[in-house]
């Protein structure tokens, strides 16, 4: 090897030309004759060389490096902010940070300076990006406002847990991104600048990932890309800053002189730094193919330190808003509570979502779970989206006047957005919470609080989704969430009779729905709404076991005594409410109470809310197949306000008179026998009559044997007359629309055709329609015709048919139609529409029978098919005496009927049989008379001997 590649002293190749003895030349002079600079270790694991300065550009990538990693660990704050306000905050922290730590760097400053510039900056710019809401034209500092900057570092972390994310900009919850970016950014940027020891200057921006965990949420923003992007850049950056400072301090003979040991000319730096680039990216790609197979269990994946915190408000420090019911009725009837704007009449305000009864109050329920079926009340700040606006969202503003409670009015199903007006917050008394600054909402039943109380004067707007009932599809697919029915607080200790009545009104049903829907039938049959003033009739406010359980006997009340406990279901919506979720709970059905007010008389979409527009009503959870969304359905429970029961008639007894001694009775005469009581007075006996000619008794025979099949026929044909009368006109306005469609469903029974008891009205009426169908028109032959005259002549009897059966096609389906819309639909028909409906179907009924023969005609009319087909489960309460006895008689009708098919098919059609048939109903009719006459003694007898154990 020759002299020019050997390395010279200190490691570097020579480039002085040596001394050739061959040439005769003298040698040249060494190039240097000083050692190269000694090297000191550094102690974030480089060396770094004496005296030597770094270059500008790698400072400035440090710098650039450094304030990436903040910014990504400072996006783990998004899904608690759900705003960008946050961004700004922590860019401007990181901004002023970097501005400190350069000054630091050029000054030498220490750490005492250090943090009284950072104090400075934090009075002096805090106040425009940490709470702007409070701050003077949302910049200039307030004394106020730097107060609660001097408190902030104690109290912020306190705000940023308790919060119900999204937190918003309120409550000086931005400090929890302001300070630790404001502290680690001066911190990271100075040991960066000064000391350049990148391993510690790069803790700094993990110590602010951890922030954004500790006080983060359950969901992480985009945890895949910003933890890759994380590791990457960290290993990237460390791996070269670890290298070229290794390069710069090592003497390499394969590198010139003009390379920088640092720079991307070297190529043993950018071997190295392609090599690394490319194992991070299949390592980057390797993590997110796996990602998937690795992730944990779902609800274990992430610790949230706001989990673990209890509430701040627990609803069982105050009392139910349901046992101020009647107060608002009675005092506050005209007083104007609050108005709220863009609603319609008929629109039910929230006030309270009330789970949990006690068997002496509905009250409100909370829990530490947030996902429990009663929810958790968390605290939430205004002027923040709570959840994203559907399509239907809608906003209203509510102005508090009369009202005062903690228990806020809400709107809807779902809580959007709370915006505190605030101007008028601001009139507060002085030392008293801000409206916005003490709001708590639980989710899962959406009732809204303030915990500070409102108070007269206070606004804010809310953003929610209006409620929306269930179509009749939905309705018939729904099913009741039976895990909310599990979550929800157990009731414990109630009478058996609850249950007992909720299962007897609920009957069979084809669908959960329609369960409760029969639920409420039978809580209203027989039902008087009362608010017990005035010359109302007697109803004792409150809703605990012993008043719910009054409501379950039978109507008996007294208006003599005003205090006195009434029997039956009277009451008003606190009561039925109460009541019917009492029962619902008792068989399975998870039910809730909602206390609230409905808008009436809205003046261009506003309404002023009194205390006579106070109500309640009852919730139901159902959850539609394939959906995890769980809906909650309203019922109204409470009867019309013009429904009233009968007053009994009141026993009266006469007041005893005073015991008097009264003289003795003067002595009796003695009887007189009546005429022929004695043998003297007794006649003779008459003449034994002539024996009458034998064919008179068979013509009396004949003749009582037909007067009885005629009676017999007429009493089917009147019985089937009182009953089309009786579904006409008895019952409710539902039922009455059932009845007239069971008109034409027995009166097609009775003509021989048999209804499929799964078949629906609409499948039930096209299969009549087929058989109008196929039934030949007047005056047309089976058999064919081949004159043409004859075809012309039949023709137009056809088309006439034709025309009849297409107009009792139309009526069918008419009458299918609105029987099912009266049965499923909320709002009941009106008078006018059952008038309507039963000439509908007498229409109907004439057009199916009108093109039958006057035999088949006479034979449907006396025919008893109807009356042994299967009676639908009676859902009135006046009728669940007679339970036991109908069931009886329809068992017996069906021995009955068995009977009579048996005989028909033998050929016994006799006068005999006949005649044994007839009796046989006969005989079943009085058995099923006695059985009801008997029941109904018992039930008198039960009655009276409760009444006089209550007197005594």
Same mark, same amino acid.
């Given at each position: 090897?020759?002299?020019?590649?050997?390395?010279g002293?200190?490691?570097?190749?020579?480039?002085?030309?040596?001394?050739?003895?061959?040439?005769?030349?003298?040698p040249?002079p060494?190039?240097?004759t000083?050692?190269?600079?000694?090297?000191?270790?550094?102690p974030?694991?480089? %060396?770094?060389?004496?005296?030597?300065?770094?270059?500008?550009?790698?400072?400035?990538?440090d710098?650039?490096?450094?304030?990436?990693?903040?910014?990504?660990?400072?996006?783990?704050?998004?899904?608690?902010?759900?705003?960008?306000?946050?961004?700004?905050?922590?860019?401007?922290?990181?901004?002023?940070?970097?501005?400190?730590?350069?000054?630091?760097?050029?000054?030498?400053?220490?750490?005492?300076?250090?943090?009284?510039?950072?104090?400075i900056?934090?009075?002096?710019?805090?106040?425009?990006?940490?709470?702007?809401?409070?701050?003077?034209?949302?910049?200039?500092?307030?004394?106020?406002?730097?107060?609660?900057?001097?408190?902030?570092?104690?109290?912020?972390?306190?705000?940023a847990?308790?919060?119900?994310?999204?937190?918003?900009?309120?409550?000086g919850?931005?400090?929890?991104?302001?300070?630790?970016?404001?502290?680690?950014?001066?911190?990271?940027?100075?040991?960066?600048?000064?000391?350049?020891r990148?391993?510690?200057?790069?803790?700094?921006?993990?110590?602010?990932?951890?922030?954004?965990?500790?006080?983060?949420?359950?969901?992480?923003?985009?945890?895949?890309?910003?933890?890759?992007?994380?590791?990457?850049?960290?290993?990237?950056?460390?791996?070269?800053?670890?290298?070229?400072?290794?390069?710069?301090?090592?003497?390499?003979?394969?590198?010139s002189?003009?390379?920088?040991?640092?720079?991307?000319?070297?190529?043993?730096? /950018?071997?190295?730094?392609?090599?690394?680039?490319?194992?991070?990216?299949?390592?980057?790609?390797?993590?997110?193919?796996?990602?998937?197979?690795?992730?944990p269990?779902?609800?274990t994946?992430?610790?949230?330190?706001?989990?673990?915190?209890?509430?701040?408000?627990?609803?069982?420090?105050?009392?139910?808003?349901?046992?101020?019911?009647?107060?608002?009725?009675?005092?506050?009837?005209?007083? %104007?509570?609050?108005?709220?704007?863009?609603?319609?009449?008929?629109?039910?305000?929230?006030?309270?979502?009330?789970d949990?009864?006690?068997?002496?109050?509905?009250?409100?329920?909370?829990s530490?779970?947030a996902?429990?079926?009663?929810?958790?009340f968390?605290?939430?700040?205004?002027?923040?989206?709570?959840?994203?606006?559907?399509?239907?969202?809608?906003?209203?503003?509510?102005?508090?006047?009369?009202?005062?409670?903690?228990?806020?009015?809400?709107?809807?199903?779902t809580?959007?957005?709370?915006?505190?007006?605030?101007?008028?917050?601001?009139?507060?008394?002085?030392?008293?919470?801000?409206?916005?600054?003490?709001?708590?909402?639980?989710?899962?039943?959406?009732?809204?609080?303030d915990?500070?109380?409102l108070?007269e004067?206070?606004?804010?707007?809310?953003?929610?989704?209006p409620?929306?009932?269930?179509?009749?599809?939905?309705?018939?697919?729904?099913?009741?969430?039976?895990?909310?029915?599990?979550?929800?607080?157990?009731?414990?200790?109630?009478?058996?009779k609850?249950?007992?009545?909720?299962?007897?009104?609920?009957?069979?049903?084809?669908?959960?729905?329609?369960?409760?829907?029969?639920?409420?039938?039978?809580?209203?049959?027989?039902?008087?709404?009362?608010h017990?003033?005035?010359?109302?009739?007697a109803?004792?406010?409150?809703?605990?076991?012993?008043?719910?359980?009054?409501?379950?006997?039978?109507?008996?009340?007294?208006?003599s005594?005003?205090?006195?406990?009434?029997?039956?279901?009277?009451?008003? %919506?606190?009561?039925?409410?109460?009541?019917?979720?009492?029962?619902?709970?008792?068989?399975?059905?998870?039910?809730?109470?909602?206390?609230?007010?409905?808008?009436?008389?809205?003046?261009?979409?506003?309404?002023?809310?009194?205390?006579?527009?106070?109500?309640?009503?009852?919730?139901v959870?159902?959850?539609?197949?394939?959906?995890?969304?769980?809906?909650? %359905?309203?019922?109204?429970?409470?009867?019309?306000?013009?429904?009233t029961?009968?007053?009994?008639?009141?026993?009266?007894?006469?007041?005893?008179?005073?015991?008097?001694?009264?003289?003795?009775?003067?002595?009796?005469?003695?009887?007189?026998?009546?005429?022929?009581a004695?043998?003297?007075?007794?006649?003779?006996?008459?003449?034994?009559?002539?024996?009458?000619p034998?064919?008179?008794?068979?013509?009396?025979?004949?003749?009582?044997?037909?007067?009885?099949?005629?009676?017999?026929?007429?009493?089917?044909?009147?019985?089937?007359?009182?009953?089309?009368?009786?579904?006409?006109?008895?019952?409710?306005?539902?039922?009455?629309?059932?009845?007239?469609?069971?008109?034409?469903?027995?009166?097609?029974?009775?003509?021989?055709?048999?209804?499929a008891?799964?078949?629906?009205?609409?499948?039930?009426?096209?299969?009549?329609?087929?058989?109008?169908?196929a039934?030949?028109?007047?005056?047309?032959?089976?058999?064919?015709?081949?004159?043409?005259?004859?075809?012309?002549?039949?023709?137009?009897?056809?088309?006439?048919?034709?025309?009849?059966?297409?107009?009792?096609?139309?009526?069918?389906?008419?009458?299918?139609?609105?029987?099912?819309?009266?049965?499923?639909?909320?709002?009941?028909?009106?008078?006018?529409?059952?008038?309507?409906?039963?000439?509908?179907?007498?229409?109907?009924?004439?057009?199916?029978?009108?093109?039958?023969?006057?035999?088949?005609?006479?034979?449907?009319?006396?025919?008893?098919?109807?009356?042994?087909?299967?009676?639908?489960?009676?859902?009135?309460?006046?009728?669940?005496l007679?339970?036991?006895s109908?069931?009886?008689?329809?068992?017996?009708?069906?021995?009955?009927?068995?009977?009579?098919?048996?005989?028909?098919?033998?050929?016994?059609?006799?006068?005999?049989?006949?005649?044994? /048939?007839?009796?046989?109903?006969i005989?079943?009719?009085?058995?099923?008379?006695?059985?009801?006459?008997?029941?109904?003694?018992?039930?008198?007898?039960?009655?009276?001997?409760?009444r006089?154990?209550?007197?005594?």
């Amino acid at each position: 090897m020759s002299a020019a590649h050997l390395p010279g002293p200190g490691g570097r190749r020579s480039s002085s030309p040596s001394a050739d003895p061959m040439m005769g030349t003298d040698p040249a002079p060494e190039a240097s004759t000083t050692a190269p600079p000694p090297r000191r270790a550094s102690p974030g694991g480089v %060396e770094e060389t004496l005296g030597e300065q770094r270059p500008l550009r790698a400072s400035v990538v440090d710098v650039v490096v450094l304030a990436a990693l903040f910014l990504l660990a400072l996006l783990g704050f998004h899904s608690v902010f759900g705003g960008p306000w946050y961004l700004v905050t922590g860019v401007m922290a990181l901004v002023l940070s970097l501005v400190i730590a350069l000054l630091g760097a050029r000054w030498s400053l220490g750490p005492l300076l250090l943090t009284l510039a950072i104090a400075i900056v934090h009075f002096a710019l805090g106040a425009a990006f940490v709470v702007p809401d409070r701050a003077l034209l949302g910049v200039l500092p307030t004394p106020s406002v730097l107060l609660e900057l001097l408190r902030m570092p104690v109290t912020t972390w306190k705000s940023a847990l308790t919060i119900s994310p999204p937190i918003g900009i309120g409550n000086g919850v931005l400090g929890v991104v302001w300070l630790p970016m404001l502290l680690l950014g001066v911190a990271g940027f100075s040991v960066l600048l000064r000391s350049r020891r990148c391993v510690i200057a790069w803790l700094f921006p993990c110590a602010m990932l951890l922030c954004s965990v500790v006080f983060g949420t359950a969901e992480a923003t985009l945890p895949l890309l910003r933890g890759l992007l994380f590791a990457m850049l960290s290993l990237a950056w460390l791996s070269w800053r670890f290298e070229s400072t290794r390069l710069r301090t090592s003497r390499s003979t394969i590198i010139s002189d003009t390379v920088r040991a640092g720079s991307w000319g070297n190529p043993v730096l /950018r071997r190295r730094v392609i090599g690394g680039g490319v194992i991070l990216l299949l390592a980057a790609a390797i993590t997110g193919a796996a990602s998937p197979a690795l992730d944990p269990p779902s609800g274990t994946a992430r610790f949230a330190l706001r989990d673990s915190l209890t509430p701040q408000f627990d609803p069982a420090e105050y009392v139910s808003p349901l046992s101020d019911f009647r107060g608002y009725v009675k005092h506050r009837r005209k007083e %104007e509570l609050f108005t709220v704007t863009n609603v319609k009449d008929g629109e039910q305000i929230r006030l309270a979502t009330l789970d949990d009864y006690n068997r002496e109050v509905y009250d409100v329920a909370g829990s530490d779970r947030a996902d429990s079926a009663s929810g958790a009340f968390l605290k939430i700040a205004g002027a923040v989206d709570l959840a994203q606006p559907g399509g239907d969202a809608r906003s209203s503003t509510v102005t508090i006047g009369g009202y005062h409670g903690v228990w806020m009015p809400s709107l809807g199903t779902t809580t959007d957005r709370v915006d505190p007006d605030q101007e008028t917050t601001a009139k507060r008394p002085s030392g008293s919470a801000r409206l916005g600054d003490s709001l708590f909402l639980n989710r899962r039943s959406q009732t809204l609080v303030d915990s500070s109380s409102l108070r007269e004067g206070d606004s804010y707007d809310v953003t929610y989704e209006p409620y929306r009932t269930a179509s009749e599809d939905a309705q018939h697919s729904m099913r009741f969430d039976d895990g909310v029915a599990e979550e929800l607080p157990p009731l414990e200790g109630l009478d058996p009779k609850f249950k007992q009545a909720a299962e007897e009104w609920a009957g069979d049903a084809p669908n959960d729905y329609a369960t409760m829907s029969n639920l409420m039938v039978g809580i209203k049959s027989e039902a008087e709404y009362s608010h017990g003033i005035e010359d109302q009739q007697a109803s004792l406010s409150g809703h605990g076991e012993s008043r719910l359980l009054a409501m379950l006997n039978d109507p008996s009340f007294d208006r003599s005594e005003a205090d006195a406990m009434p029997q039956g279901r009277i009451g008003d %919506e606190e009561q039925f409410a109460a009541l019917t979720a009492v029962l619902a709970r008792e068989i399975g059905i998870p039910a809730r109470v909602v206390m609230g007010f409905e808008v009436s008389g809205s003046d261009a979409g506003t309404a002023t809310v009194t205390g006579d527009d106070v109500t309640a009503w009852v919730e139901v959870a159902f959850r539609e197949p394939g959906s995890d969304t769980v809906r909650w %359905e309203r019922f109204d429970p409470a009867p019309d306000s013009d429904e009233t029961l009968t007053q009994p008639e009141q026993k009266t007894t006469d007041k005893p008179q005073p015991q008097v001694p009264q003289p003795p009775p003067p002595p009796a005469d003695p009887p007189t026998p009546p005429p022929g009581a004695t043998a003297e007075d007794q006649p003779d006996p008459p003449d034994p009559p002539e024996p009458a000619p034998l064919w008179v008794g068979y013509v009396s025979g004949t003749g009582l044997l037909a007067v009885l099949v005629a009676a017999t026929l007429g009493a089917i044909a009147g019985a089937k007359v009182l009953r089309r009368r009786h579904r006409r006109l008895r019952g409710a306005p539902g039922d009455r629309i059932d009845g007239g469609w069971r008109e034409i469903v027995d009166l097609r029974t009775d003509l021989g055709r048999r209804t499929a008891p799964s078949d629906t009205r609409k499948e039930t009426a096209e299969a009549i329609i087929a058989d109008l169908d196929a039934r030949p028109a007047p005056g047309t032959s089976t058999g064919s015709s081949t004159s043409s005259s004859t075809g012309a002549e039949t023709a137009q009897p056809a088309a006439d048919g034709g025309g009849s059966d297409a107009e009792a096609a139309a009526d069918l389906r008419r009458l299918a139609t609105g029987a099912d819309r009266a049965t499923f639909a909320p709002d009941a028909p009106t008078e006018s529409d059952l008038e309507s409906y039963w000439a509908t179907v007498a229409a109907a009924r004439r057009r199916m029978t009108e093109n039958l023969p006057w035999h088949r005609r006479a034979r449907a009319a006396v025919s008893l098919r109807s009356f042994r087909a299967r009676r639908r489960a009676d859902r009135r309460a006046q009728q669940r005496l007679r339970a036991a006895s109908a069931q009886r008689t329809e068992e017996d009708s069906r021995r009955g009927s068995v009977a009579d098919r048996a005989s028909r098919a033998g050929g016994a059609f006799s006068l005999r049989g006949a005649l044994e /048939r007839a009796m046989r109903r006969i005989r079943f009719f009085v058995d099923g008379a006695v059985d009801r006459y008997r029941a109904w003694r018992r039930t008198s007898s039960a009655r009276r001997g409760q009444r006089r154990r209550r007197d005594r």
